[in-house]
């Protein structure tokens, strides 16, 4: 396995339209991560899935944001009617807790 | 609640030269403590962990950290560094209570500059 995988790894969309953004994580890990990065700060937890199941939402993600992970596998995070205070760098991490997180490359929303 | 403070938002070293990034958290419950790197335009990678036993531990690249529960700190530490260890630094904590969903809190990095 090469660890998580996220796509694509950037992404420029104007202001308004919908984008939606897929991670592969490891394969045996079944808890898996959507954070946020913008410029200067460390990454923002978004929401958690323990396979299927989406456990937590932050106050970070709107209704404009909306995370699935079917059949506890690959997920995707989409969001609507994107704003420009959207851009930032969206991290997906996959787990088994006592080996630490996986992150990967990440991807990079730049909304003009 | 957790909150991770790293005290310093840049450090300039020279190559050669040993170095130290500081980590203070803030948490009512045990925690697993992390230390990761992330370069330009990269997802994060792992150093090191502090789970549980010995409270130093040895990461990738001849980092190391301390775990220092009396003063809730979690200090990186290298010998000698290397122009490839330029970077951002990243410390962050985990709630490990039973039912916890173990997402991390991460501090706001430390930006590591090795000059020649």
């Known amino acids: 396995d090469t660890g998580v995988s996220q796509n694509p790894r950037h992404k420029i969309t104007k202001r308004g339209q919908n984008v939606t953004f897929r991670c592969d994580p490891i394969s045996e890990h079944n808890r898996l991560y959507w954070y946020r990065q913008t410029l200067g700060q460390g990454p923002e937890f978004l929401t958690y899935?323990?396979?299927?199941?989406?456990?937590?939402k932050s106050r970070l993600l709107s209704d404009r944001f909306s995370a699935e992970r079917p059949k506890g596998s690959f997920s995707t995070l989409e969001i609507q009617r994107t704003e420009q205070g959207d851009s930032a760098m969206y991290l997906c991490a996959s787990t088994t807790l006592t080996q630490g997180y996986t992150f990967g490359s990440g991807t990079r929303l730049t909304v003009v | 609640a957790q909150s991770v403070t790293q005290l310093d938002s840049q450090v300039p070293v020279f190559e050669e030269a040993p170095v130290e990034l500081r980590c203070n958290y803030s948490?009512?419950?045990?925690?697993?403590l992390f230390w990761y790197v992330q370069y330009p335009n990269q997802g994060l990678q792992l150093l090191l962990k502090?789970?549980?036993?010995?409270?130093l531990v040895k990461g990738i690249n001849g980092f190391e950290a301390e775990f220092n529960k009396s003063q809730t700190s979690f200090h990186l530490r290298k010998p000698s560094v290397h122009i490839s260890d330029t970077a951002e630094y990243f410390c962050a904590v985990s709630d490990i209570r039973g039912g916890s969903n173990y997402k991390l809190t991460f501090g706001k990095g430390t930006l590591l500059t090795v000059n020649p």
């Open positions: 502090y789970l549980s036993g010995s409270t």
């Open positions: 948490s009512s419950v045990s925690v697993y």
């Open positions: 899935f323990q396979n299927e199941a989406q456990l937590e």
